[in-house]
């Protein structure tokens, strides 16, 4: 594997191609490469080239023994309060358990009236604590202005509801786990399985199932002890447990966002267009491989994980992980999200990939220019400690409050760090080029050149304007499509 040389910034680049001739050819390329992305064919990931067409980056000679992300400690289980949402599902309950009458009152109190697990966790992290209380207020002011907005964002309201209808129903599909694995994952296993003609055979086979049902993206990891959480398990509840022996491994799946609304984030975007497919894939295969006689547990979006997804991804060989904390892939860039099942059936697992991805994140840093909370780190290196590995910082909490001020109810979220990721481009010539030829560039050019025409030629609203007036102007990175336009269909 080819290690590049640094990307040059701005100032260097416009030296380096030239302020006429160069740049003229770039701005030239920029347009060629803006028109090719406007074409729909290039939507990976929809519709056109199902049963695995769509993976077609040959991850082989860029795979590597050791995974992109580093270890610098004792790897630690991730604790289940380190998660935002199981975290504020607690804090809520608790809220819920006093009375909501006697928010002041908790805040008040502050950390020491929590009861103990809750307690422990903040008095370790106490700007976390103040953080969930600016986040109540920001989502109180973002109800407080939906009347504003409501018909403006009618039709992105009603896309996103849609997508969510099949989560609503408590325990639909898949099912919550209620039990402990050793039970849950068994039920309905043929106790006659066939014998496998090899652990190579049941990869191949399994990945195929998988992209007959719709993933996108496939790949196969050994499950690390590392990447299980701590301290709740789905169907059994609170408490400590050790990783169950059939989950040997996990068949990682990914699928994109419909990327035109996608590009419109944060207002006309949502995560459940591709949370329920996920869903629905993840569902099929953990029935798929309980009816071929080997135990399965899915865990899928938003929350029913056991899982932690991204370095469960890299392991897989599906992509690496990029500055803004989530999974970037060859194929889908940002706009790739994930759902894994668990399984003892036997499989040759596959290797992770170095693609210069974690390399290029170094000096890009857009996600961390565009981030409405200044969540992302803007360090040139990854120098946190997390749990044993190093990486960059993600302010979870900080994020979530952005979440809670976006102009929208519907989706409560953000997204833009996952829209501006120059990887997050569809499938045309010239993001082929880029992502064929820059992995195998030693000099770093043809990063240095992406990364200046991205700059350069490409418009960002900036970090502040994605957030509603006074602070904002409800900016989206790309225009929205007409179908999710409200004014183009209805008298507004
Ligand atoms: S989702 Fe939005 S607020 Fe959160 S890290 Fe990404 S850009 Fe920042
Ligand atoms: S926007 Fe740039 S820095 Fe952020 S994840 Fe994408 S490539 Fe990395």
Redesign the pocket.
Same mark, same amino acid.
């Given at each position: 594997m080819f290690v590049k040389s640094s990307i040059m910034d701005r100032r260097n680049f416009l030296k380096y191609a030239g302020l006429g001739s160069g740049t003229l050819a770039l701005a030239g390329f920029s347009v060629a490469g803006f028109v090719a992305g406007r074409g729909k064919d290039g939507n990976t990931g929809y519709g056109k080239t199902p049963y695995g067409k769509d993976q077609f980056f040959n991850r082989k000679p860029f795979w590597v023994e050791k995974p992109t992300y580093e270890a610098v400690g004792n790897p630690q289980r991730i604790d289940y309060l380190d998660r935002l949402f199981k975290r504020n599902a607690e804090m809520y309950q608790f809220i819920y358990s006093v009375g909501q009458g006697n928010l002041e009152t908790i805040k008040v109190q502050g950390i020491e009236g929590l009861p103990e697990h809750l307690r422990a966790y903040f008095q370790e992290h106490p700007k976390a604590f103040e953080e969930f209380f600016t986040a109540i207020e920001k989502s109180q002011e973002q109800k407080a202005n939906w009347p504003k907005y409501r018909d403006k964002y009618l039709l992105a309201d009603a896309w996103s509801s849609a997508h969510s209808s099949p989560l609503k129903i408590r325990n639909s599909f898949p099912p919550e786990p209620q039990g402990t694995p050793e039970d849950w994952d068994f039920k309905g296993v043929n106790p006659y399985p066939l014998p496998l003609k090899s652990p190579k055979h049941g990869s191949e086979l399994i990945k195929k199932i998988a992209h007959s049902f719709g993933a996108t993206l496939v790949g196969i990891a050994k499950v690390k002890p590392e990447w299980v959480y701590q301290g709740f398990l789905r169907g059994v509840g609170k408490g400590d447990f050790e990783v169950p022996e059939h989950w040997k491994y996990a068949v990682v799946i990914a699928v994109p966002h419909e990327w035109e609304s996608f590009y419109a984030n944060?207002t006309y975007g949502t995560s459940y267009d591709a949370y329920s497919m996920l869903r629905f894939i993840a569902g099929k295969l953990e029935t798929f491989i309980r009816e071929i006689g080997y135990p399965a547990r899915s865990h899928v979006p938003p929350t029913q994980y056991d899982l932690v997804m991204p370095p469960l991804a890299i392991d897989a060989g599906l992509g690496e992980l990029g500055r803004?904390g989530v999974l970037i892939t060859p194929e889908l860039g940002g706009n790739t999200r994930l759902a894994a099942v668990t399984t003892s059936m036997p499989f040759e697992p596959d290797k992770p990939i170095d693609v210069g991805i974690a390399e290029f994140c170094k000096k890009c840093k857009i +996600?961390a220019e565009?981030?409405?909370?200044e969540?992302?780190s803007s360090d040139d290196e990854p120098t946190q400690n997390i749990r044993g590995f190093k990486r960059w910082s993600?302010d979870q909490d900080k +994020?979530f409050t952005?979440?809670n001020s976006v102009g929208t109810s519907h989706p409560r979220?953000?997204?833009?760090?996952?829209a501006v990721c120059p990887y997050s481009r569809k499938n045309n010539w010239l993001h082929t080029l880029a992502r064929e030829g820059d992995p195998r560039d030693p000099s770093g050019i043809i990063a240095s050149a992406m990364l200046a025409m991205q700059k350069n030629f490409f418009d960002y609203p900036g970090a502040n304007e994605y957030l509603p007036p006074p602070d904002g102007n409800n900016k989206t990175y790309g225009k929205a499509p007409d179908w999710l336009r409200t004014e183009e269909w209805f008298d507004l």
């Open positions: 944060p803004n +996600c565009e981030c409405p909370s969540s992302i993600i +994020c952005a979440w979220g953000c997204r833009v760090c996952l």
